[in-house]
């Protein structure tokens, strides 16, 4: 019951969540606009691995969900002060 | 009992972040697409860790998915400070039903300094460069 609730329901609503934001990092006028979009698709890779580890019954994924928020945080970081310093004179 | 509660948990913070997608395509501006993103990202994903933390039911698990989410909720208020900063510096323009700019002339868009006074105002929201 709740393995084919997280399998059929959740799984896919979080896909299409991926997709829509995948679209706007793909579309985004400005690099800001794709860093936003990444850091947002980072979070919902989180999401679909916290959602695989219960389905599989294995903790152990956990451990890459928590590296994966400390990249994705040093990613934003990175790319924005980047960013910012090369429009300073 | 426990699987209800986890299922309206997981579909709670589903609904968020499929709510925040739909918000980062559909918002006109850049930095209403980042006041969408990083609230409701951090809620949805704290409803799906909470779901996890309680099917698993363990000591070690539970203290992963509290690292998780506090890790969450410290990055992502600095990570969105950070990215609307630099946007406001570079010259990213505002939507055009925007009431209220309360930093305009407050910064200095050569030295990125904060000043009080309006000695720094620059008329135009031209941009710096190409991004």
């Not at chain 1, 896919?12 to 679209?23: K, N």
């Not at chain 2, 900063?85 to 309360?102: H, I, N, P, Q, S």
Request: proline residues 2%; hydrophobic residues 55%.
């Amino acid at each position: 019951m709740l393995n084919n609730y997280l399998l059929y329901v959740i799984l896919p609503t979080l896909s299409i969540a991926a997709i829509l934001v995948f679209v706007r990092f793909l579309k985004g006028p400005f690099t800001l606009d794709r860093v936003v979009g990444l850091d947002f698709l980072i979070n919902i890779g989180i999401g679909i691995i916290a959602i695989y580890s219960v389905v599989t019954d294995h903790s152990a994924f956990l451990d890459v969900a928590m590296i994966l928020a400390l990249i994705a945080f040093l990613g934003t970081v990175a790319l924005s002060y980047y960013l910012e310093q090369r429009g300073k004179q | 009992m426990t699987d209800v509660i986890i299922m309206i948990l997981t579909s709670i913070g589903t609904l968020f972040i499929l709510i925040a997608a739909i918000g980062v395509l559909r918002m006109p501006d850049f930095f209403l697409r980042l006041s969408v993103t990083i609230k409701a990202a951090t809620l949805g994903l704290g409803f799906i860790m909470g779901g996890t933390a309680l099917f698993f039911l363990e000591f070690s698990v539970t203290a992963k998915v509290t690292a998780i989410i506090f890790f969450l909720l410290i990055t992502a208020p600095v990570s969105g400070h950070m990215i609307g900063r630099t946007a406001y510096f570079t010259g990213m323009k505002l939507w055009k039903g925007t009431v209220l700019d309360e930093l305009k002339g407050k910064y200095d868009r050569k030295t990125h300094e904060l000043t009080s006074d309006g000695d720094h105002a620059q008329e135009g929201n031209d941009p710096v460069d190409e991004l």
